[in-house]
């Protein structure tokens, strides 16, 4: 008889409840799971890559050791007493700054790795601590933490019950939301439609949400912070703040005023491409609108003013009084509350990066820099790279540039369950259990929901036989290197449990809900919708927001510096596929069937001006590369912009990863550029890339 298993869906921030029947340790079928209080039966097909995770065939189990350039399986043990030993080496050869580290996505999608690898990253004491954070939600971050004074205290729209939703930079239909869990986002924005409310997009994509908004804004990539300032601007000057109760705990509105004050609609039309008229009526739509969500996305974080942007996305809804507001914006209230727990503290510029002197944020340092700190001779220069659920050579801007850095490492690690693009170069891969052979309780994106939930969802299968769980690598391999360094393990070389931590963690809560409670309901506990909390919730010693921090402001100088100036050829932007994952689930069968979707996205006015026909291969060319792929005339595009996926690029040698490898495409970070960057927040700027287009006849590089 078949079997009935709920879990939460753990492939990206939605947290979709699934119903998963096995039978003998087979995978029937993956459903939404209805009763899941915060998704109701909504998944995507993403979801069914679950099973073909679970049984590929490609997927790492035992540790592999390279040896003379051949893979060989050795044991855990061995594979822990080397990387143990060449963490110590290279300590005591070139110092503690010589091990980098590099988290990529899954990380914080992973119960085992979130639980145990931050307390052994940190044992090495390295400053070389790089994330994908900074090839995306990094400017959130940086702007929560300015102004309400912690980087997880990003404000979440209350989709469910606004009026108006304003959505920058964001693909939700394709992406199933982003600093924003928002599963069943499509029922949800049809229900705002319906109570008479609207949606408008702000894209140089005209993108599936924007097909189903009420208003689509083409804007010039980059450019967002200009029309928000000048929104600003035209809301404080104009007299229509409307900021309410927000005013007795916000300072900062006449430094915010005379900051802004130059920024007119008709400058920002000049910058942004968007005409005067619709400006003023977006405007006047922000400020008539009794509830409303601002917000912004990837395409306003993953560019050169990400960290401004973001910032005004905040002043925007604290001006017309929609931060902490019922159908606005609003914060969360997790059962395990990272938030609650931590004391306010600086988290910026406490080192900076040695090459290009960036400074560190939250503990890192921008991972535009990775490949100069391997590059570049003289002390403290990287030797030693440990990667853990990334792949940083498609998915970190010049990607090609860190391909042929990891050559020059001494030693490198990947906790990855593929050989792929970035692992082959590793000297050692350590490959954990994953997906539905492991538990999982959301910590991170609980923060970050539409709704406050609860979910605990156990292992469906056991891991294959030899495997290792994330934590039981982390604490394992922690436990070794401190045998070698101090004689002693940790803790007395007790391994721990997620669910031990967990329950732990949860012991002191605001719902009074026990762990044994979450335990027990398999489609997880409803904690209600989200509730103004200010002043409280703000994590500033004087429970003040800061509307004008000083950072923020002197920011604007570069942009008002950045006036008029644009560089040759076009604007290459970011295109997300529903059956994409970044850059690790083209190994799904069942995720690859279809047309190619590696292709390049071009305005018809566009490919007329370069001569170019539909699907005709064309080279495109940038500072750092050059890629051919097929384009595909669309006037879906801004003219003057391009648009092309990440994470393909599966050409090249040494991979192991078959169906991935049938449809390899090529990737688009080889033509993004390392130096082109949020020179505030050290984000990398992917939409701020210049490519020009030549016709493939012209002579080939390849
Ligand atoms: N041009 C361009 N580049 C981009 C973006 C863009 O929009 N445009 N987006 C950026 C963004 S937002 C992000 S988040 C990054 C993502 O880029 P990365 O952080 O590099 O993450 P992924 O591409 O998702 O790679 C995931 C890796 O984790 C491994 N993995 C999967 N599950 C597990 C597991 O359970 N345990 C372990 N140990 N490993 C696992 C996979 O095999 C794969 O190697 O890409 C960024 N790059
Ligand atoms: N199916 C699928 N879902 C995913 C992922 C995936 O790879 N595939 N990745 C996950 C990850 S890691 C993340 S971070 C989220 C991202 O979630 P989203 O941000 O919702 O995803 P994107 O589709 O990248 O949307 C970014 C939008 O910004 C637009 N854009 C680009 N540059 C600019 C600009 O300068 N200004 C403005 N206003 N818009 C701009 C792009 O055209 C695009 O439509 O998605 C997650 N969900
Ligand atoms: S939307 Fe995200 S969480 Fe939901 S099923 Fe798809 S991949 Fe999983
Ligand atoms: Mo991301």
Not at 455 to 483: C, H, M
Not at 677 to 683: H, K, Q
Request: proline share 4%; charged share 25%.
């Amino acid at each position: 008889m078949s079997e009935t298993h709920y879990r939460t869906c753990n492939l990206c921030e939605a947290m979709c409840g699934l119903k998963i029947t096995h039978l003998n340790g087979k995978i029937e079928k993956i459903e939404g799971d209805k009763e899941d209080p915060l998704s109701r039966g909504h998944l995507c097909p993403k979801a069914y890559g679950l099973k073909d995770i679970y049984e590929d065939p490609d997927r790492l189990k035992r540790p592999l050791k390279k040896i003379n350039g051949n893979w060989q399986e050795i044991s855990w043990e061995l594979a822990y007493e080397e990387v143990a030993s060449k963490i110590i080496e290279m300590n005591m050869k070139y110092g503690a700054d010589s091990i980098a580290v590099y988290q990529g996505n899954p990380s914080i999608h992973n119960l085992g790795t979130m639980l145990t690898s931050q307390p052994f990253f940190r044992s090495l004491k390295t400053k070389n601590m790089y994330t994908a954070t900074s090839t995306d939600q990094l400017p959130h971050h940086f702007a929560s933490w300015l102004m309400y004074g912690h980087p997880l205290l990003v404000p979440i729209p209350d989709i469910d019950n606004t009026d108006l939703w304003v959505i920058f930079g964001g693909n939700p239909l394709v992406s199933n939301g982003s600093m924003m869990s928002v599963p069943d986002v499509a029922h949800r924005m049809k229900a705002i439609q319906e109570r008479g409310g609207k949606i408008i997009v702000i894209d140089p994509r005209k993108t599936e949400t924007a097909l189903k908004a009420d208003q689509h804004i083409f804007i010039k990539p980059g450019k967002d912070a200009w029309l928000l300032a000048a929104i600003a601007n035209y809301i404080i000057s104009e007299g229509k703040l409307k900021w309410g109760s927000l005013a007795d705990f916000t300072d900062g509105l006449d430094e915010l005023t005379a900051a802004i004050k130059y920024v007119s609609i008709a400058k920002a039309s000049i910058e942004t491409g968007v005409r005067e008229d619709v400006i003023l009526a977006l405007a006047e739509t922000i400020c008539q609108a009794e509830k409303a969500a601002i917000y912004g996305r990837v395409g306003v974080s993953t560019q050169s003013f990400g960290g401004l942007s973001h910032w005004l996305i905040n002043v925007l809804n604290i001006l017309t009084g929609n931060l902490d507001k019922v159908g606005g914006v609003l914060f969360t209230t997790p059962a395990i509350d990272s938030i609650g727990r931590s004391k306010p503290r600086n988290r910026f510029n406490r080192w900076q990066s040695r090459v290009r002197k960036f400074p560190e944020f939250i503990g890192e340092l921008p991972v535009a820099c990775l490949s100069e700190e391997i590059e570049t001779d003289g002390p403290g220069q990287i030797k030693m790279l440990m990667t853990s659920c990334g792949n940083p050579v498609l998915s970190i801007t010049n990607g090609g540039r860190l391909d042929k850095a990891l050559e020059k490492l001494e030693y490198m690690v990947s906790i990855d369950i593929y050989m792929n693009e970035t692992s082959r170069h590793a000297d050692i891969i350590l490959p954990p259990a994953t997906g539905v052979e492991t538990s999982h309780y959301d910590l991170t994106f609980h923060h970050l929901a539409i709704r406050n939930s609860s979910k605990y969802s156990p292992a469906l299968f056991e891991k294959t036989e030899g495997a290792r769980y994330d934590w039981e690598i982390f604490q394992e391999l922690g436990n070794v290197l401190s045998r070698k360094v101090s004689g002693e393990e940790i803790n007395g070389g007790k391994i721990f449990t997620p669910e031990q931590m967990l329950s732990r963690s949860m012991a002191a809560n605001t719902y009074c809900i026990t762990w044994e409670q979450v335990m027990e309901s398999p489609h997880g506990l409803d904690l209600g919708a989200l509730k103004p909390q200010l002043p409280g919730r703000l994590s500033h010693e004087n429970k003040r927001i800061n509307l004008a921090p000083e950072l923020l402001l002197n920011d604007l100088n570069r942009l008002q510096a950045s006036a008029n100036k644009s560089g040759e050829g076009y604007l290459l932007i970011g295109k997300r596929h529903l059956r994409d994952n970044n850059s690790w689930m083209h190994n799904s069968e069942q995720l690859q069937k279809g047309k190619n979707r590696c292709i390049l996205l071009i305005n018809p006015k566009d490919a007329k001006k370069e001569g170019l026909a539909d699907k005709e291969v064309v080279r495109v060319k940038s500072r750092v590369g050059e890629v051919k792929i097929n384009v595909e005339i669309s006037d879906e595009m801004m003219p003057g912009v391009l648009a092309m996926p990440h994470g393909y690029g599966h050409n090249k040698k040494g991979i192991k990863m078959e169906v991935a490898q049938k449809n390899a495409g090529v990737s688009v970070n080889d033509l993004t550029d390392d130096l082109v960057i949020d020179e505030l927040t050290g984000n990398s700027a992917f939409s701020n890339v210049y490519v020009t287009l030549h016709k493939n006849s012209e002579q080939a590089i390849f």
